[in-house]
Every structure is written in structure tokens, then in C-alpha cells.
């Protein structure tokens, strides 16, 4: 069992930068994949970024690809997500998210076995 809390949303003019954290319980975090997804009002969940419980090899999509960076330190039990250059497109409710081994997907929500409870993000223009 996996629980984890996002920290660090907030209210940012465009352009500007924020930081979110992913605490997770749990002795076995370091086996688990991380990921970020998003959703915004109306809108599916979108996948934003993940990282492999491994190699800590990195994921994005083209949307924030080069302006967001995805890390995680296992002696923390923590992710994080670096968001730089935001825009108001930006704007939505931020989960992080693990997955077990043996997932077939990083990219997908439904391959994800824990969620947080989501922290709202908002890029004013």
C-alpha cells in the first residue's frame, strides 16, 4: 500500500515557475514508477510526466516537454515535478501518481495503482 500527498500548487503569473512535491508512505517506494497527470475543468486526465523506478528514465509529452522536469529521491520517498515557463493552459488540478511493477505503461492513468488527492495549479495570463 502506497499513499501519497502533492504539496507546492499554487497561483503563478505566466511565465513564472512553481515546484510540486509527491510524499509517499510506504518502505517500497524506490520500486514504483512515478508519474504526473493533470486535469484540467471538462478536460480527461492527461499524463504530464513520469519517472522509472530503475534507471530513472523520463517521460513527457510534447506539451511540456523542456519546460517541466520530473525527479524523485528515494531516500526521501519523494517525487517531484519542476514546472518552468508556464502558461495558462497549465492551468489544472496536478496528481501525482505510482505504479507497481509490472505496469505496462507509463503513459496511461490506468496503469497507475495510487493517487494523491491532486493540488490545483493555476497560470494566470
Known amino acids: 500500500q502506497v499513499q501519497l500527498v502533492e504539496s507546492g500548487g499554487g497561483l503563478v503569473q505566466a511565465g513564472g515557475s512553481l515546484r510540486l512535491s509527491c510524499a509517499a508512505s510506504?518502505?517500497?517506494?524506490?520500486?514504483?514508477?512515478m508519474g504526473w497527470f493533470r486535469q484540467a475543468p471538462g478536460k480527461e486526465r492527461e499524463f504530464v510526466a513520469a519517472i522509472g523506478w530503475s534507471s530513472g528514465r523520463t517521460y513527457y509529452p510534447d506539451s511540456v516537454k523542456g519546460r517541466f522536469t520530473i525527479s524523485r529521491d528515494n531516500a526521501k520517498n519523494t517525487v517531484y515535478l519542476q514546472m518552468n515557463s508556464l502558461k495558462p493552459d497549465d492551468t489544472a488540478v496536478y496528481y501525482c501518481?505510482?505504479?507497481?511493477?509490472?505496469?505496462?505503461?507509463?503513459?496511461?492513468?490506468?496503469?497507475?495503482?495510487?493517487w494523491g488527492q491532486g493540488t490545483q495549479v493555476t497560470v494566470s495570463s
Open positions: 510506504g518502505r517500497t517506494f524506490s520500486r514504483y514508477a
Open positions: 501518481a505510482a505504479q507497481a511493477p509490472g505496469g505496462s505503461s507509463l503513459y496511461s492513468s490506468r496503469e497507475y495503482d495510487y
